[in-house]
């Protein structure tokens, strides 16, 4: 089922998927949570940095996947999704380095490395909660318009407009952005037992409205959540203001 929930704002997203990750790390001994990376997801970063740093919440015995990567990029580089989630959640929470694992953006054999990234996940007993952004276009993870929805972990090629969306992260300069990345596919995503996606601003409306209202398709990757019998979309008014009577709040 597709919930949808009209936050105030960022902060108010960030609470309530605080609020999630919280229920799964008090229900489950070894939790094992999935990590997205790009802007939306900051403000829940921020919210379990909070909760760690007031002992409301601690993630040291927590387990953690990414969900995407960009190729060629050192997991040193700065610009790297490792590293955002290093420094964006390991940082700033207890959640130990050392049980984060992410794509390798340098892996000599690519479809080897894929391969064996879905083990990792299965071998941890799957995601519980899978934290999630849209692209412009209707992407989850990397997976670009046309991705199967029964696609598995491999790598992509970015789409024009996500290298373009993506530029504010290089310096400005699209040149700069990867044109290839690794990222975990539809199917991958759909296995975690719960989702929560967040979505700010006007040039996410579209790919909202589709989320809720389109039909499932490869045109609009995100569609595929409308399959899942546990995802949330958390989106502030602007984000939801293509949606028909969206009225709904948490
Ligand atoms: C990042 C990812 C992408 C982003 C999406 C939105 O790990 O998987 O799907 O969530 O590109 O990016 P932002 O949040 O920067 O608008």
Redesign the pocket.
């Given at each position: 089922m597709l919930r949808v929930v009209v936050v105030d704002s960022p902060e108010h997203a960030g609470r309530l998927a605080g609020d999630a990750v919280a229920a799964v790390v008090g229900r489950v001994q070894r939790p094992v949570l999935g990590l997205?990376?790009?802007?939306?997801?900051w403000p829940v970063y921020d919210e379990l940095a909070r909760r760690v740093d007031d002992s409301s919440l601690s993630l040291a015995q927590t387990r953690a996947f990414?969900?995407?990567e960009y190729l060629g990029l050192a997991s040193e580089d700065p610009r790297s999704?490792r590293a955002e989630i290093e420094r964006e959640v390991v940082g700033r929470t207890d959640l130990p380095i050392a049980a984060v694992r992410g794509l390798d953006g340098e892996a000599a054999d690519v479809d080897a490395e894929c391969r064996a990234y879905e083990r990792s996940i299965r071998d941890a007993g799957g995601i519980e909660l899978q934290v999630?952004?849209?692209?412009?276009d209707g992407?989850?993870?990397?997976n670009e318009t046309g991705s199967p929805l029964d696609s598995r972990t491999r790598p992509m090629e970015l789409a024009a407009r996500?290298r373009q969306?993506?530029a504010r992260?290089f310096d400005g300069d699209v040149e700069q952005v990867p044109t290839h990345c690794l990222?975990q596919g539809i199917a991958t995503i759909l296995e975690a037992r719960e989702l929560v996606l967040?979505a700010f601003g006007q040039s996410?409306a579209e790919a909202i409205r589709q989320a809720v209202e389109g039909s499932v398709s490869e045109r609009w990757p995100v569609t595929a959540l409308q399959r899942h019998p546990n995802a949330t979309l958390l989106v502030d008014r602007a984000a939801a203001s293509l949606l028909e009577g969206a009225d709904s709040t948490a």
């Amino acid at each position: 089922m597709l919930r949808v929930v009209v936050v105030d704002s960022p902060e108010h997203a960030g609470r309530l998927a605080g609020d999630a990750v919280a229920a799964v790390v008090g229900r489950v001994q070894r939790p094992v949570l999935g990590l997205a990376t790009g802007s939306s997801p900051w403000p829940v970063y921020d919210e379990l940095a909070r909760r760690v740093d007031d002992s409301s919440l601690s993630l040291a015995q927590t387990r953690a996947f990414l969900l995407d990567e960009y190729l060629g990029l050192a997991s040193e580089d700065p610009r790297s999704y490792r590293a955002e989630i290093e420094r964006e959640v390991v940082g700033r929470t207890d959640l130990p380095i050392a049980a984060v694992r992410g794509l390798d953006g340098e892996a000599a054999d690519v479809d080897a490395e894929c391969r064996a990234y879905e083990r990792s996940i299965r071998d941890a007993g799957g995601i519980e909660l899978q934290v999630l952004g849209v692209g412009t276009d209707g992407h989850i993870g990397f997976n670009e318009t046309g991705s199967p929805l029964d696609s598995r972990t491999r790598p992509m090629e970015l789409a024009a407009r996500t290298r373009q969306d993506n530029a504010r992260f290089f310096d400005g300069d699209v040149e700069q952005v990867p044109t290839h990345c690794l990222t975990q596919g539809i199917a991958t995503i759909l296995e975690a037992r719960e989702l929560v996606l967040l979505a700010f601003g006007q040039s996410k409306a579209e790919a909202i409205r589709q989320a809720v209202e389109g039909s499932v398709s490869e045109r609009w990757p995100v569609t595929a959540l409308q399959r899942h019998p546990n995802a949330t979309l958390l989106v502030d008014r602007a984000a939801a203001s293509l949606l028909e009577g969206a009225d709904s709040t948490a």
